[in-house]
Every structure is written in C-alpha cells, then in structure tokens.
C-alpha cells in the first residue's frame, strides 16, 4: 500500500481519531499564553501533521543511496503483526531528512556506510543494493550480528548498519502511522503522549 | 530607587540555596534570593504532546544540547541552552555539564536518591591514604541528615550498615522481588548488600526546593525572590575585603543591577558557584579554586541480564519488579589491587532490554525483544572519582555568554583508577547474575564522559588549612569571611552515594552558624 493511502486508510477510521492533545488543544490549554486567552470564543479547528496530507520529499541522499537505505529500512523493521513498518511509517524519507539536517560526522556515518553497502552489493551481486534478491541484501547485514558495544564500531559499515537499525526502528515506532494502529497508551517511546515542555520566555 | 541592604543575599534557589533560604528565614534572616531562570508555571508551560507531532518525531534537534545525553525532544526546553551559556573543552576530552535555570532549579528534576555519606568518605584518607579529609566527620553532619530527610520524606529500610548509615526514614516495608533476592544472596560472599533504594518522596508530584523549602521560607516574610538575575560577579568592600553585594543581568533585558547584602551565600550549583568566584577574583589566596572537580562515573546497563523463569511472559508473582541498591563493598575490609576506594549500583527488575543489544533485526528481533519483555535485570554503575588537583575549570580568557560574562573552560578526565574500577564492577557483577542463574546479556565497562551524573563536585572545597582548601568547616570562605558556599562545590571527596542529601544538609549547618554568627554581631 502506498504510505498516503496507507495515512489516509487511517485517518478514516473514527476508533483511531488523533489523540484528545492535538495541537489545537495544546494551543488553548497546554501553551504558554493558551490560558489567558477567552477559551468560549476560540474556535476549534482540528489540526493535522503535515505526514497526515503530504509526503517528505527525500533532499540528502543520492538516488542510488535512498533506494538502498529504502531497501534496508524495510529488512530492518518490516510491517509486522498488523502495525506498520519502515516503508509504510515515511521513516526512510524521514531520515533523509533528519541526517540531513545532522552535523557533519553523522552524515558521513549514513553516506559512508549507503556507499558501502551499494560497492559491496555490486561487487558480489553485480546490482545495486536496492535491486539484489532479499537473501542477497540479509547477507550483507552480517555486522549486525556482531555484539552491541559502548564505542561505536571502527568498521563503518557495521557502525552504519547498528546506528540504522536503532534510527529506523525509532522513526517508525514514533510516526503517527505506528501510534494510530497500536493500542491506545502506548508508551512515549511507541509514539505515545509525552509531557513536552514549551520554550521558556 | 530601591536601596535595601539584606542581611543575606542568596545565589540559587536550587537544593543547596533553597536550603539556605529556608534555615535562614525560619531564623529572621531577612534573605534576598536571586535566581539565573525564570519562575515556572507548571500548567501553562508543560502540556502532553504525542511524540510524532514533535517537528524531529522524538529524536531532538540534531546538535542541540550535544552535552546532555538526559535530554530528548519532550523536555529539551528545560535544560540550559548551550548556545546561550556554553563552555568550552579539548574536544578530545569532553565534559557533560547538564544545568538547569529556573526556580527550583536541578531539584525539580533530580531522581531523588537520598543516601548519607559515612565516615568511609569523610575520613577517605585515614582509611586509604589518598588525598584529604573533610574537616568535619560524620557525627557532625548526622543531626542535619536527621532534619532534613523528613522535610523531603525519605523511603527507605534500615539496613545498618557501615559504609550507609540509616537514616530518619519514611519506612519501606514492601518485599523485595525474588531476582534481587536471588541477585543478594549469590553476592553475600563479595560483601553485597541489596538494600532498598532510598527516595525522597516529598509531595508526590514534587521533591524539590520549589514546593518543600521556598514557600515556607517566603511565608516567614524574610523572603525576597528574584529572578531571571544572572549574577556576574560578587562585590567587595575595597577597605576590609568583604563582600557587599552582587552585580547581576537581568536574562531578559540585560539590565546591569546591584544588590547589597552583609553576608553572601553562594548556591549557584557547583561549577556556576566557582565560576561566580573566579570571575569575582575572590576566594583563590590557596590558589585551588576550581581545582578537585570529581564526580562519580556512570554506567548505564552497564550489565544486563535475563531471569530464564521470566521469559516469554512466564514470570511467577513477586519474582520480578522493583529496584535495589548495593552499597560500595570493596576496598572496605579488604583491599583491591589495582583501585582505591570503591562503586555502588542500583539493580532494577522486569524491564526489556533495548533492541540495540541483539544481533539481529526485522521479525527475528520482535520475537527476541517479545520472548525478553519484562525479563531483565539491569544495571547503572555509580563509581567513586577520586578528586585529583589536575581536574580543573578556569576561566576561557576568549568565551563569553550572552550576557558577556566570561565561561569555564574544563580540563577533566578520568584515570586507570576508575577504569580499572568500572572492569570490576562490571565483571563482577556478571559473575554474580550468573550465580544467581541470570542468562548476561551484554556488559558494558566503558562510561559516559565526565559530569553525566549530574553530581559534580569539588573545586571549592573545604578544609581546615587555608592553604590547600578554599571553605572552613562551615563552608565560610577563609578568605572572605562573610562569603558562605554551601552547594556541591564544597565537597573534599564524593563517595558513590548521590550527592543532593549531603548538599542540603551542609546547608542547613552553614546556614544555622551563619545566622548565629550574624546574631552575635560576629559577620
């Protein structure tokens, strides 16, 4: 299913409605200033998050780079027991976006780490990642079965791959898609309801 | 114009100044208390938001707040702005300095361990020789212990033991989880005691400065508040050396103030309590101002482990759930070869472990994560730093913040004594997850960079001899006796035990000398 279909599918089900804190009601209630404002006159407009009517539009990543982290993320976290995965929550343009916005080390940590896994999927499968067969491309991702240490790793693309794998799995878990369909309370980390604090004056 | 000169002007409403206010007050001290951060309104300035309407969908502002690894996009407003008030350090050798600014500052968000010290780090060095005592023992400061904890209703069980001394509790009398049980009974032979993890549990919502000690202090009448005052320097009398008052920034407007006061108490946190003074150019006749700063390192999940019998959703009723906490247990009877002094860990129960420590991914990872929910046993690792001159902060002759006040520069780094000190920790309490018959499944040795713990200390320490300490016994600064520090920065030698108890208690028995003092005409 396309993701805005798949965005769409859900923002049609009255059971999975956004939560009772949308914006609007954080703008009348929670916010600075919200309290002092004569609440009987404001209106109550229901707003959305922009993933809710539109699609990221991948800036960072080469092509060839995004077809491989679009590849990878799916392996990663695939759609499983009835909630969404990587493809179906926007995490791959997410990250495209987020790394992009990321300092410098980071960047060359995704860049490095697209590149090899592109060069190695060449080299032994003459294709790119994206187009190798799915034992092909869960071949490559042999570095993850190395143990988790405090340092990050010195071969970059096992530091790439581990770094990935927690990356894709929190855009995921935290999208509007992945909170719609799970249970209602959902813990913050699962795209639940978190105290935020505004910014101080 | 305002010209009221207060018989004590207070730096910080945080534990340590809040503590100040409160004892002082309750004396008739009439107390000015001024605050870098704003007064908060909880309701208006927090609200519940679902993580994916957050503009980075939960993973922060990517460079924002580089320093404080505690932050994450619900709550990165309450932390300083680094951008604001940064500082500076060899970029190979980071510190993590975590600060708070507002009414109450940290202790509106500290974890509320409330441990005493014993004389095993009042005494540290007539115990193993390194560096210095504290001019006071345990005996001195137990009678402030015993006020304090009721004020801030610590839980806690008493244990008797030496190295953590009970205190004046709010009984915990739930029972501990069979996994500590089993955890406690296989390390009895290394001298481990699982005790109860001691809380101040305060009012429910709040075990803070905020509502326990500033609104009976300002009840007394002797209270004036202000905030959003960003001290710049202490001022002196040119004539007798004395303090008389501070200049601050107003935060918002950059309005330069005056305030006078017969007494200055510095309550500012630790490090911003030493960096008032160095840019004050005051205090430093011993020339170890700044100089000391420890800390205690932290290792988060520095082992984890599994209960078999809990797997897969199976665990029988009271085996998992809760916490406990091991007290340091080496280098007390006997001593270890390559470390001095010694680390403490809480140990939780029932949690799920984070994917990153499984080697796999997709389906595969679900079943591992799923067949290990509420399974685990996990671990932070709290281990003494010993307080070395060479740790530092000084001022960076380059580096201003945004009020033009010069910042720290941190020269701080850890040594094989804590290193070696982590292996132990974490080796041994492996071995004793296996002995219990826990399936380990990750260790961890290396730490988080210095100041992670939130609990800096030291670089304004006391001491009996003015030469190599900066405070007296009662935290009275030896060069300029009508200056008091009564935060962090004080301390000769921290322990394991979370700091913030001790602090409170220091104040309350500064501040108590100091209105004595004041009632005999003596400041």
């Known amino acids: 299913m396309k993701r805005r279909r798949f965005i769409q599918t859900l923002a049609a089900a009255p ?149 990935a794998r927690q990356d894709v799995r929190t855009a995921t878990t935290n999208s509007q898609e992945y909170a719609t369909a799970e249970t209602p309370g959902g813990g913050r980390r699962r795209g639940g309801v978190g105290q935020y604090w505004y910014p101080i004056d | 114009m305002i010209n009221t000169e207060y018989d004590v002007l207070i730096i910080g409403s945080g534990a340590s100044g809040g503590m100040a206010a409160y004892t002082l007050t309750q004396k008739g001290v009439k107390c000015l208390l001024l605050e870098a951060g704003p007064s908060i309104d909880f309701q208006r300035q927090r609200g519940l938001k679902p993580v994916y309407e957050l503009p980075y969908r939960g993973f922060g502002k990517p460079g924002r707040l580089s320093h404080v690894l505690q932050a994450n996009e619900f709550n990165a407003n309450q932390w300083v702005d680094e951008a604001e008030a940064p500082y500076t350090h060899d970029p190979r050798e980071p510190y993590n300095w975590v600060r708070v600014r507002m009414i109450g500052g940290k202790s509106l968000f500290w974890a509320r361990m409330s441990y005493r010290l014993s004389d095993y780090e009042f005494k540290a060095k007539d115990h193993d020789g390194f560096g210095d005592n504290w001019p006071i023992s345990y005996a001195d400061l137990a009678p402030f212990y015993d006020r304090v904890e009721p004020i801030f209703r610590v839980s806690g069980r008493k244990e008797g033991l030496a190295q953590l001394p009970d205190g004046n509790f709010v009984d915990d009398t739930s029972p501990d989880a069979g996994a500590l049980k089993r955890f406690g009974a296989a390390g009895q032979s290394r001298g481990m005691t699982v005790t109860k993890i001691r809380r101040s549990l305060g009012d429910g919502q709040f075990a803070s400065s905020y509502n326990l000690l500033l609104p009976p202090a300002q009840a007394t009448g002797n209270l004036t508040i202000v905030s959003n005052a960003v001290v710049r320097e202490i001022t002196t009398d040119k004539k007798t050396g004395l303090a008389n008052g501070v200049n601050f920034v107003d935060r918002q407007s950059g309005r330069e103030l005056h305030a006078r006061a017969k007494v200055i108490v510095l309550g500012a946190s630790c490090l911003e309590s030493t960096r008032i003074l160095l840019n004050s150019k005051i205090a430093n006749s011993s020339g170890v101002l700044g100089r000391y700063l420890h800390d205690q390192f932290y290792i988060s999940n520095g082992v984890i482990a599994i209960v078999p019998e809990a797997k897969d959703g199976k665990a029988p009723r009271g085996l998992m759930g809760g916490a406990g906490y091991v007290p340091r247990f080496r280098n007390m009877k006997t001593k270890e070869k390559n470390f001095l002094r010694g680390y403490a860990f ?69 040594t094989d004594n804590e290193f070696n000190m982590a292996k132990d920790a974490v080796t041994t309490i492996s071995e004793v997850c296996a002995e219990a018959g826990f399936e380990v499944l990750n260790g961890n040795d290396k730490m988080f960079p210095p100041g992670y713990s939130i609990h800096e200390l030291g670089t304004c320490r006391m001491g009996a001899n003015p030469k190599t300490s900066v405070l007296n016994k009662w935290n009275q600064c030896h060069d300029v006796k009508n200056l008091f520090v009564v935060d962090g920065s004080s301390f000769v030698t921290g322990g394991t035990q979370n700091p913030t108890l001790t602090i409170m208690s220091l104040s309350m028995r500064a501040s108590e000398y100091l209105a004595e003092q004041l009632r005999k005409g003596d400041l």
């Open chain 2, 346 to 414: 809480d140990i939780y129960t029932g949690g799920t472990p984070d994917a990153k420590y499984y080697p796999s991914w997709g389906e595969e990872l679900n079943r591992m994560i799923e067949s290990h929910r509420g399974a685990s046993i996990g671990t932070t690792i709290m281990g003494e730093v010993l307080p070395r001159y060479e740790n530092h902060v000084r001022l960076d002759p380059k580096v201003r913040d945004a009020w033009g006040i010069p910042v720290l520069n941190f020269q701080c780094r850890y």
């Open chain 1, 15 to 163: 059971a999975l409605a956004v939560p009772a804190t949308s914006t609007a009601d954080a703008q009348q209630t929670g916010g600075p200033g919200g309290a002092q404002r004569p609440q009987a006159n404001a209106p109550n407009l229901e707003i959305s998050p922009p993933d809710a009517a539109a699609e990221t539009m991948p800036r960072f990543f080469t092509a060839l780079q995004f077809s491989a982290l679009r590849r990878l993320s799916d392996i990663l976290m695939p759609p499983l027991n009835g909630l969404p995965g990587a493809l179906d929550a926007g995490a791959p343009e997410f990250l495209d976006f987020l790394i992009g916005a990321s300092p410098a080390e980071r960047q060359q940590v995704y860049k490095v780490g697209l590149d090899t896994l592109n060069a190695q999927s060449r080299r032994r499968f003459g294709k790119s990642y994206a187009d190798i067969t799915a034992d092909q491309a869960v071949e490559l991702l042999a570095p993850l079965k190395r143990p988790w240490t405090y340092d990050p790793p010195a071969d970059p693309l096992e530091r790439f791959l581990k770094d």
